[in-house]
T-cell receptor, first 111, second 115 residues
Framework: QKEVEQNSGPLSVPEGAIASLNCTYS??????FFWYRQYSGKSPELIMS????GDKEDGRFTAQLNKASQYVSLLIRDSQPSDSATYLC???????????FGPGTSLSVIP | DAGVTQSPTHLIKTRGQQVTLRCSPK?????VSWYQQALGQGPQFIFQ???????QRGNFPDRFSGHQFPNYSSELNVNALLLGDSALYLC??????????????FGPGTRLTVT
């Protein structure tokens, strides 16, 4: 079992719809969870971090964490073509451990 | 406030050669991590430096080595380059906060091509 898994996609949604991106992780000791956005040919950009169970909202983005199910998700409301990118889920146990990235999910927002 | 910077942007090397990549962390950050990202994959952790010492290491051979300087900048060295080392090399820095938060901020990366 891989440490962090994501649906590879591509995930296609129409403009204005909600995009739902999912991530599962294997280490129950994981404490910090991140979503990065990566445009083609660019480096990852941190868009959300979440540390406790529940939802965290920031603008059009909502991160959801369920530690019991070892599941973290990212919802993008009112999706825009500019949201088309690869979304990377990252997990860490403590600040003294390495960050583990998933393979990423490619999102395409169709105008 | 400058973000994380990396140099060079692009590099072309021949098999067997050695390469050095450089990274300057974001102001206020003391921890630097290096990642290798192959096309279509997520970043793979190489190692992390804190207080000029390698604190964590991923599953990379000893051909990959690094260094952190007193000003927190860092270098990644790769010896005896292989074709498979062709990738985007990313540097990420983290702030001093030693709590739960470990938000990493990435530099633009160095695209290494080995021929």
């Amino acid at each position: 079992q891989k440490e962090v898994e994501q649906n590879s996609g591509p995930l296609s949604v129409p403009e204005g719809a909600i995009a739902s991106l999912n991530c599962t992780y294997s280490d129950r000791g994981s404490q910090s969870f991140f979503w990065y956005r990566q445009y083609s040919g660019k480096s990852p950009e941190l868009i959300m971090s979440i540390y406790s169970n529940g939802d965290k909202e920031d603008g059009r983005f909502t991160a959801q964490l369920n530690k019991a199910s070892q599941y973290v998700s990212l919802l993008i409301r009112d999706s825009q073509p500019s949201d088309s990118a690869t979304y990377l889920c990252a997990v860490i146990r403590t600040s003294y451990d390495k960050v583990i990235f998933g393979p990423g999910t490619s999102l395409s927002v169709i105008p | 406030d400058a973000g994380v910077t990396q140099s060079p942007t692009h590099l072309i090397k021949t098999r067997g050669q050695q390469v050095t990549l450089r990274c300057s962390p974001k102001s206020g950050h003391d921890t630097v991590s290096w990642y290798q990202q192959a096309l279509g994959q997520g970043p793979q952790f190489i190692f992390q430096y804190y207080e000029e010492e390698e604190r964590q290491r991923g599953n990379f051979p000893d051909r990959f080595s690094g260094h952190q300087f007193p000003n927190y900048s860092s270098e990644l060295n790769v010896n005896a380059l292989l074709l498979g080392d062709s990738a985007l090399y990313l540097c990420a820095s983290s702030p001093v906060d030693r709590g739960l938060k470990h938000e990493q901020y990435f530099g633009p990366g160095t695209r290494l091509t080995v021929t």
